[in-house]
């Protein structure tokens, strides 16, 4: 089992539409969440962390729930400029480095 | 956005060829990182390195090394290319890990490296 799996998608919505996505995590000392944002042929970039109470930001939502293993990002009122790979990423408690899931790909439509 | 080149951008390069990728910073951040990325897997950490001449393996180190002699700058060195090895490699920089709101990586252009 990977440590960090995502649906690879393509989810595909219209402009103004609610996505979500969830990510699960197979070590419970997993310490750190983030979701990163990767646009076709770029290189990643910070979206949010997530936190336990769960946090907004915008129109972005992300959420924690360690006893089940995942954390979930919620996208309301779609944009075309949100069509992007988000990418579920932690770090383990007592480690240096950052674990990636393969990414989910959104593409947001007119 | 942070200030991280890599280079070169794109490189073609034979089986057997030593290689070496770039990374330079003009951040000051401790924490810098190798990765590589490939269809399927996400990215998966090959060394990082946590100060000047201190380095660490990551997850797929094989076949892979590193140096820091200053703090701007972090190499990476394939010192035998092989085609397993072709992939976009993308450098990364931190102010600090461990929790607390400085806790992000800020990731540079990456490099298309082809081996043949």
Known sequence: RKEVEQDPGPFNVPEGATVAFNCTYSNSASQSFFWYRQDCRKEPKLLMSVYSSGNEDGRFTAQLNRASQ???????DSKLSDSATYLCVLRMYNNNDMRFGAGTRLTVKP | DAGITQSPRHKVTETGTPVTLRCH??????YMYWYRQDPGHGLRLIHYSYGVKDTDKGEVSDGYSVSRSKTEDFLLTLESATSSQTSVYFCAISPQIGGG??????????????VL
């Open chain 1, 70 to 76: 995942y954390i979930s990002l919620l996208i309301r």
């Open chain 2, 25 to 30: 910073q003009t951040e000051n951040h401790r």
């Open chain 2, 101 to 114: 709101r400085g806790e992000k990586l800020f990731f540079g252009s990456g490099t298309q490296l082809s």
